[in-house]
């Protein structure tokens, strides 16, 4: 009897070795690309299994409390990768054998609390305690700098948020200048899969950034957000150009939510081959656009110059010298074909992002085509008269640009000169324009603008982006066959901490008068602008009735033909009580008294018939 009893325990202990074991090797098992970098699309990604001290000191330095661990008592895997700017990237992933804590891991990032203690760092998520174990430290290296580094909490979830971004790791995700909590993931669109990214952006946002290694077709775009097949004008020219069929290769994606987390926008970038353009590459934005209750197309195509060497040699079958001579950024060409005129402000993940159509377009997509060419001079004349006398008399930096737009109602071409020296003085734009609307009555106007640049304290903001340069200009206007004339200044962009006050931002100014020859007053006019008050005002919160930043603007327009009469006001909340705040005063109004004016701002906007 003692022994079958002794062979049942035996038996009974050789189950749990065997379990064990089974346990252990499953919690060591190698550590694979899927793992470390499951986004990798680059010409080309190599994994090598390390040891610990064969790793370059310089990768600790941001984990001096576990170096140790990561050195002698962890599995390390090192990829790199070569990008298609020819850039190399490592990433070192490591996964301790051994316990280790978040409070350890982060010991030697000092943004880790701050960031920790936020309200809600993701939304719907809250970090782990600080004694959680961290299961996996991802740390990338480029060009020999520490680029980032991932503290991977151990916390998952198999669909988050209602993008939906799926098979979710969270992290610590940190860089030489922020540092966050992130979700990694994936995002599928067609039959692309994304290797997506999400995170807070500075005014409360969550956003989504990616890539791809599938190809993935215009078509599944379109259909992805149940967007009609395109109509009118910009159908025209989205079957003319060959968009429909078209496939993006290495395709990137970008997606923004509004305030209240609901995805807003997207959009898709990568390399497209048109059959208008004889298959040479091209550069394609694609940006899907939340408006009225439905999302909308705009979409940007780049012809640079290498793709107008290629589109040349097969129409001609030689190479052109001029295009060989124009260097970077040389001559690009935009294409831009929208269903609906598309607002890019409040969302910093969307815009196009090559120039020309960058530049030109950065606010606002305009509806229907638009088209942009810019030729810049070459850093190298190589011996051309004429490329010499051009930098003689207009400068270094001199380009042409040329922009034309189309749609049902109007057609406007303009030709010019940018970034112009003469003398002291640099003319950001010097341009003639002619346009041709259909309305209730046909118009043809002719006109010429200048645009100067002028250095000033404090930030100028465009849209996302902002500068230290001051952009105003003039514009006058005749209407062909008519005795009407205008003139109009203005000012593009914010200028925030106007004149050192740091309270004080205005810009986008709009002042204009029309007059008719023999009227002895004017005829018609344009005012407008933006004033902001506040300091610090960086999210949609600093604007509400709590916060400390108020901002309004009004723009107007009259004049004798009834579709250049409108009006648009928009106030941000103002009570009392905030414009008490907004001043720097302490003083505490009755509740009923202080929340008097308008809490949740004021939007109205019209034409008008006069």
Same mark, same amino acid.
């Given at each position: 009897m003692s022994g079958e009893i002794e062979k049942m325990i035996l038996f009974s202990l050789a189950l749990w070795l065997v379990s064990v074991c089974g346990l252990v090797q499953g919690n060591v098992a190698p550590l694979s690309l899927s793992d470390c970098w499951p986004d990798a699309v680059g010409t080309g990604v190599s994994l090598s299994p390390l040891d610990g001290g064969s790793v370059p000191d310089s990768v600790f330095s941001w984990f001096p409390g576990v170096e140790t661990v990561l050195r002698t008592q962890a599995q390390v895997l090192s990829l790199q990768e070569t990008r298609d700017n020819g850039a190399t990237v490592s990433r070192y992933c490591f996964r301790p054998d051994v316990p280790v804590t978040i409070a350890e891991a982060t010991a030697g990032l000092s943004t880790y609390q701050t960031v920790f203690m936020q309200t809600e760092p993701l939304p719907g998520y809250s970090p782990p305690p600080a004694t959680a174990h961290v299961p996996m430290i991802m740390i990338d290296v480029e060009n020999g700098q520490l680029a980032a580094a991932d503290v991977l909490t151990g916390q998952t979830m198999a669909e988050y948020t209602s993008l939906p971004i799926t098979s979710v790791r969270f992290t610590y995700h940190v860089t030489p200048t922020e540092a966050s909590f992130s979700a990694l993931g994936n995002y599928v669109i067609g039959n692309a899969t994304f290797g997506v990214r999400g995170l807070r952006t500075r005014d409360g946002k969550f956003f989504v950034t990616?890539?791809?290694?599938?190809?993935?077709p215009f078509r599944d775009i379109r259909q992805q957000f149940h967007i009609p097949a395109p109509g009118g004008v910009y159908g025209e020219t989205v079957g003319r150009v060959g968009l429909e069929g078209t496939v993006f290769q290495g395709p990137t994606v970008s997606v923004c939510t509004d305030d209240w987390g609901v995805q807003a926008g997207l959009q898709v970038s990568g390399t497209v081959a048109l059959p208008s353009l004889a298959g040479a590459p091209s550069h394609s934005d694609v940006i899907v656009r939340l408006t009225d209750g439905r999302y909308h197309l705009s979409t940007g195509v780049i012809v640079d110059n290498r793709s107008l060497q290629s589109l040349v040699h097969t129409i001609t079958g030689q190479d052109i010298p001029f295009f060989s001579a124009v260097g970077t950024p040389g001559v690009g060409v935009g294409l831009s074909f929208a269903d609906n005129e598309t607002s890019l402000l409040g969302t910093p993940c969307l815009g196009y992002r090559e120039e020309p159509l960058a530049t030109e377009l950065g606010g606002t997509v305009p509806k229907d085509l638009h088209m942009v060419l810019r030729a810049q001079l070459p850093r190298d004349c190589g011996g051309e008269v004429f490329c010499q006398l051009s930098k003689m008399m207009l400068g270094d930096s001199a380009a042409l640009l040329l922009t034309g737009r189309l749609s049902a109602a109007s057609?406007?071409? $303009?030709?010019? !000169?940018?970034?112009?020296?003469?003398?002291?003085?640099?003319?950001? $734009?010097?341009? !003639?324009?002619?346009e041709f609307s259909r309305g209730l009555t046909a118009t043809y106007g002719l006109g010429f603008q200048v645009e100067m640049q002028f250095p000033v304290q404090g930030a100028v903001a465009h849209g996302t982006a902002s500068t230290q340069y001051l952009t105003v200009g003039g514009q006058l206007r005749w209407l062909v066959g008519t005795p009407t004339i205008g003139g109009t200044l203005y000012m593009r962009g914010v200028w925030e901490r106007a004149f050192g006050l740091d309270f004080l931002s205005f810009g986008n100014i709009n002042m204009g008068l029309q007059f008719t020859i023999g009227a002895p007053y004017p005829t018609g006019g344009q005012f407008g602008g933006l004033l902001q008050l506040g300091s610090n005002c960086f999210s949609r919160a600093d604007y509400s009735a709590n916060g400390n930043c108020f901002g309004g603007q009004v723009y107007v327009g009259l004049s004798s033909h009834p579709d250049d009469n409108y009006f648009y006001g928009r106030v941000e909340a103002v009570t009392l009580q905030k414009l008490l705040r907004v001043f720097g005063s302490d003083f505490q109004m009755p509740t009923s008294i202080g929340n008097s004016g308008f809490p949740t701002g004021l939007e109205m906007g019209f034409h008008l018939c006069l």
């Open positions: 990616g890539s791809s290694p599938s190809p993935l057609i406007a071409v $303009s030709g010019g !000169l940018q970034d112009v020296t003469a003398g002291p003085l640099t003319f950001s $734009s010097v341009e !003639l324009f002619m």
